[in-house]
Every structure is written in C-alpha cells, then in structure tokens.
C-alpha cells in the first residue's frame, strides 16, 4: 500500500517539474490588417473562381460588394452587378465569367 501511495506522489512530483508552470512559451505578437477596397474584395473573389474555387455562401453578398465598389467607381460597379448576376445563374461557368470580368475591370 505503501508503495502506490509513494508512487503517486511521485507521479504528481514529476509531473510538475515537467514543465506544467504558469508561464507560456508563446510570444505576443501584433499583427497589422489593412483594410481592403470594394474593387480589391472583387478583384480576390473573382480570382478564386478563376482558381477553381465554387460558387458558395460569398454569393450572397455579391450586392454588399457591388456597392462598396459603387462608392469608389460607378461603372465597374455596373460591370460587377452583371457579371455576379450571371455568375450567380449559372455557378458551373464561375470561372470563365469571372476571367473575363477581371480583364474588364
């Protein structure tokens, strides 16, 4: 009996001396998140269409994308509601549509 009771506490000892302390090996770090334009959005979404990437949930806020490029250029705005309206018919042509947005904007 004696033995398990020495075997635990040696256990526990070990256990704590193996490095469970307090402080953390981790460094804080700050990192820095530019905010990116409406153009900028489109321009990364398109992009992944043309990577290969399907159409999913994003779709639903082509509008919000489509105005914050609206606030900077009202004719690629126009160009973008478009070309979202067409890509958002007909996903399976995501990636040739969105090709050829890219070049137009």
Known sequence: MMRVVYGVMLT????????CGT???QKKR????AEQSGLGQAKQLL???VGGN???SEAESYAD?????RDEDA???DILEAGFKEIKADPPRAARKAK???SRL
């Open 75 to 77: 004719a690629k705005a």
């Open 12 to 19: 526990l000892a070990v256990v704590q001396l193996a490095g």
């Open 65 to 69: 994308i489509v105005s914050a490029v």
């Open 47 to 49: 992009q992944g269409y």
């Open 100 to 102: 050829e947005l890219l």
């Open 30 to 33: 700050t990192i820095q998140v």
């Open 54 to 56: 399907p159409v999913g």
């Open 23 to 25: 402080q953390s090996s």
